[in-house]
């Protein structure tokens, strides 16, 4: 649509086989990157996130995973069709990745340098120079003291933050215009995440690279993010600005999560309310939508039929049956 | 790493000398003797007594030969009058030497090859065949193995020669016999690391690189998962060590198993000892240079002292 | 707030009846959708689904009821000598021949099944009862206990574990006791080893810090929590275990030291087999397809085992 839209996901359907049957993680997510934007995208375990996200690098494995519909234009360029050899070209050096857990996903028996390298190991027309000196300068950019002696390291010599900026390191040296950062933070301890988190925003401002931020943690998104998608039962319940998502809340189900977030501005007497049962299981994901049978608000017609995305305002956009011109006026509660 | 390596070293050499303190009791208080027989006078098996010392009290013995020992001496057969086990271990050791490397050589190439395909290849035909012939592998005792490759090549077709070491065509036989259990061995056990490898976290990191298949299979999983393989060559080595008792029996092959057998069989103590010393001296060794090998490629203990 | 646009389409019309509000459905939010099966009910499950797996126990069954049965009904005696029914093909009388002294082979082989199956058996549950204490015991209370036991361990790994096995085979002399106990004198340490790590490993994990917590007793914390994590790799070690120990019993006899004459096992068999290779070779194909199937069936199941008792692999195919 826009024209500075970087990454363009339409109605992405992706599944696995199982023996218990077809698993549809995601089912028909749409939604845009532009350049040099942070677009987050939140959700409880199991809610599609990560599959989504790495459906934009194929990244999971087919076998068993298939891409049943939809597309993901890069450049308006399809991903889905391409082979894995052009994909190689694209990740790492035109979409990053940082994944969840820094402390399994280096290769404990390579030096750090190396690993960073490692991006630019289908690219033989950059030199083996140009190669470490790149490699530095990103890891002195994501905050690595000493990095002469670092660049010669092994990962169990680095503590988990130091790890994850690593990470980080490898994710940007490629250059690329999109980061995916899958969780980036979960795995670490709180003011370890602050400072990844305020690396990742000072870097976004230095490079202009756009961030796809995966989290299930709202308050991260409003630290970090321009837009949010929030995903439950493998599909996009609301998308938009953080402001709308935050103080125009249209689905239930975002309010939960907000409900469900400790906030400092309330008296200690409001007690956090938690969004009660489980997700769906897709193997057999409900006809209707797949929050109703959680929902506080559910009517007879969420039950039956999926709700289509309403638009609430300008790129703001909820798939509830409320929002319906039809459906009667409610207040979701907030606290 | 040089820390790693002195502790390794100061187990070895304790469990060298477990190991002589150990057979040396259980040979002295094995039951007969080698100088039982017809022709042997009360005086004559006491006269021979004195010659080897085991008219002196036990621990008296035990240091003269652990004495001996350092000094390089292992002491005289019984049964072979006149020669020293020495003598008998610098003439038998090379056969079994050759034996055990060309076994070594081809089941730890061949293993490794056979566990990264099939791992690779998972649930297709290549794996299959590569899990069917480590489970044969490790199905078959090496001495029935051999027996049922001398049948069919040597006695069947007449390919091969089934007895003596006399050139390669000797070899091939009793390596392949050797070999084939720790093949198996090797193969099950790089197919299983290599399965857990695929399985980790920085193979995906690898891929979200763009790094080729071919590279990520060379610098990441196969780097990786033979580690624990390494860890694992130890047992590796005593099988096919081991082995090669049953297999120089088969095959007439003048080796060190052979003898060891015939001198258990004798009740020749001091070729028994002398061998048993030897052959767990080779074995700590190897142990020692597989525990170094695995510091080496794993950089985890090489800079990490523990 | 309710929208006027879709992101795609046009609003649909529902009817004002259909916007009833009904609520949280309790029934269906905590809703369970796959059966509930206890660890032994989903082993087993798998173990049966595992076709390979399961028939190589029934042919382990089946080999076990023939060397416990075909001896008694048979009319000939393992050790009856024959001389003039000597090396004998298979025949009516004699269903697997005779061998070089005309004994039945049919007989010999299921005597020999008894000997080597039971030394197997035996030995490999001793070796894991006796590894996976000393093993437990060490890994759960650690300290200098801990310390004194690895270090034993560690020496006893270095030795190479059929010189001590053959010497002790000497000095008890041969026999079916005196193999039992020179497999267990060195068999234990690999369960030791491994039952050791696996307790260190759960000892660190939550579920054991929240019993403790919790003040639940040490022994209970054993029983309850430890035991059951652990049993799946026993079983699966033990399944392997038992090829092994036939491995070397029949090894210990072909070099004339494990099982006597006129007493027999498959090892014996073997052995007396290999000597008649050039002249009648089907006296070591005998033995040496039963103790080929037997291990081929161990392994098997043994794969199948590790496969259905990971805990990890629950509720996967």
Known sequence: MSESSLLKIEDLTFSFRTYGGVVKAVRGVSFEVNAGETVGIVGESGCGKSVTA??????????????????????????????????????????????????????????????????FASHPEISKKERKERAIEILKMVGINDVERRYMQYPHELSGGMKQRVMIARALVGNPSIVIA???????????????????????????????????????????????????????????????????????????????????????????????????????PPVGCPFAARCEYAMKVCREEMPPEFELSEGHYCACWLRHPNAPEIQLTRF | MAKYILKRLAVSIVTLFVLITVVFVLVRVMPGDPFTGEKITPEIKANLEAYYGFDKPLPVQYFTYVGNLLKGEFGYS??????????????????????????????????????????????????????VVAILGTSIPDFIMGALLQYVFGIEWGLLPVAQYLGFQYTILPSIALGFYTLAMVSRMMRASMLEVISQDYIKTAK??????????????????????????????????????????????????????????????????????????????????VDILYGIIDPRIRLGGK | MTAK??????????????????????????????????????????????????????????YALL??????????????????????????????????????????TWRGARVSLSIGFIAAVLNACIGAVIGGVSGYYGGKLDMVIMRIIDVLYGIPSLIVTILVMVVLGSGIPSLIVALIIVGWIGTARFVRGEVLRLKEQDFVSAAKVLGVSNLKIIIKHIIPNIMG?????????????????????????????????????????????????????????????????????????????DPKLRGTE
């Open chain 1, 54 to 119: 790495q459906c934009i690098l194929k990244l999971n494995p087919e076998p068993p995973g298939f891409f049943e519909k939809g597309s993901i234009q890069y450049h308006g360029e399809e991903i889905i069709t391409k082979s894995d050899k052009e994909m190689r070209k694209i990740r790492g050096m035109e979409i990053g990745f940082i994944f969840q857990d820094p402390m399994t996903s280096l290769n404990p028996t390579m030096r750090i340098g190396k690993q960073i390298e490692e991006v």
């Open chain 1, 182 to 284: 899958d969780e980036p933070t979960t795995s670490l301890d709180v003011t370890i995440e602050a400072q990844i988190l305020d690396l990742l925003k000072k870097l976004q401002k230095e490079l202009g690279t756009a961030i796809i931020f995966i989290t299930h943690d709202l308050g991260v998104i409003a630290k970090l993010c321009d837009r949010v998608v929030v995903m439950y039962g493998g599909k996009i319940v609301e998308s938009g600005m953080v402001r709308d998502i935050f103080y125009q809340t249209g689905h239930p189900y975002t309010n939960g999560l907000l409900n469900s977030v400790p906030r400092l501005d309330l008296s200690r007497d409001v007690k956090l309310v938690p969004i009660q049962g489980t997700p769906p299981d897709l193997f057999s």
């Open chain 2, 78 to 131: 019984m049964k072979f009058m006149n020669r020293s086990v020495g003598d008998i271990i610098a003439l038998s050791f090379p056969y079994s030497f050759d034996l055990g490397m060309r076994a070594l050589t081809l089941s730890i190439s061949l293993g490794l090859i056979f566990g990264i395909l099939a791992a690779r290849n998972r649930g297709k035909k290549l794996d299959l065949f590569c899990v």
């Open chain 2, 208 to 289: 979200s690189d763009g790094i080729s298949n071919l590279r990520i299979v060379w610098r990441h999983q196969i780097r990786n998962a033979i580690m624990p393989v390494v860890t694992m060559l130890g047992p590796v080595v005593a099988a096919t060590l081991t082995g090669t008792f049953v297999i120089e029996s088969i095959f007439a092959i003048p080796g060190m198993g052979k003898y060891y057998v015939e001198s258990v069989q004798n009740l020749d103590y001091s070729l028994v000892l002398g061998m048993t010393v030897f052959f767990g001296s080779v074995m700590i060794f190897a142990n020692f240079l």
């Open chain 3, 5 to 62: 646009r879709c992101k795609c389409g046009e609003i649909p019309e529902i009817e004002a009846s259909r916007f009833e509000h009904i609520g949280k459905d309790q029934g269906e939010m905590e809703q369970i959708t796959r059966p509930n099966l206890s660890y032994w009910q989903d082993a087993w499950r798998r173990i049966k689904k595992n076709k390979v797996a399961f028939c190589s126990l029934l042919l382990i069954l089946l």
């Open chain 3, 67 to 108: 060397a416990i049965f075909a001896p008694m009904f048979s009319q000939y005696g393992f050790a009856e000598v024959d001389s003039s029914h000597m090396n004998e093909f298979f025949s009516a009388q004699h269903w697997l021949g005779t061998d070089s002294l005309g004994r039945d082979l049919w007989v010999r």
């Open chain 3, 233 to 309: 790799l026993i079983i699966t070690n033990l399944t392997m275990a038992v090829p092994n120990a036939i491995f070397r019993e029949a090894f210990l006899s072909y070099i004339g030291l494990g099982i006597a004459p006129p007493e027999c096992s498959w090892g014996i068999l073997a052995k007396e087999g290999v000597k008649m290779l050039r002249i009648e070779a089907y006296q070591l194909f005998v033995p040496a397809f039963f103790i080929c199937t037997t291990m081929l069936a161990l392994n098997l199941l043994g794969d199948g085992l590790r496969d259905a008792l």
